[in-house]
């Protein structure tokens, strides 16, 4: 996950506007008929806004963009961004995280590099553990008793 701060994103070279989208936490994603229409296409980044630090709206946003929407372009994290939810923010789907200005992004880095792997699936990596363990299980004895080698 890549981490700004507000002068980073500033000096960014700046997007064609219609390649940026900023929705609003209210924004009603999760209506099925409208995660069916929405046409993302020629959208390269999507702001997904924070207003307060306990607002967790964008997290379900950005979930829905990822596993309803089928969005595989650049997330942003803005607003209220604390490193705390770093990891969280990373395992909703989100690429990049515009830190509030009290923020140090080499300790947020830190942060993110703390944890190896989950049991649960996520926006990531949709299959929980187990699920992977035992397919990769189930190839080594495939491979073991076909004699092929893995």
Not at 39 to 47: F, G, K, M, T
Request: contains cysteine.
């Amino acid at each position: 996950m890549k981490l700004l701060t507000s002068p980073e994103a500033a000096a960014a070279p700046p997007s064609p506007a219609d390649s940026v989208l900023t929705l609003a936490p209210d924004f009603e994603l999760w209506a099925a008929h409208l995660a069916q229409t929405l046409d993302l296409s020629a959208v390269q980044r999507i702001d997904l806004q924070f207003p307060k630090f306990t607002d967790g709206r964008a997290y379900s946003q950005a979930v829905l963009l990822r596993r309803r929407c089928g969005y595989c372009g650049l997330l942003r994290a803005t607003g209220e961004v604390l490193i705390d939810q770093l990891l969280q923010l990373q395992r909703c789907g989100f690429d990049e995280a515009l830190l509030r200005a009290d923020q140090d992004p080499a300790h947020g880095q830190r942060l993110l590099q703390q944890f190896g792997g989950f049991y649960q699936g996520d926006a990531l990596q949709p299959r929980p553990h187990f699920a992977r363990a035992a397919v990769t299980a189930n190839a080594a004895t495939t491979a073991t008793t076909t004699g092929a080698h893995p």
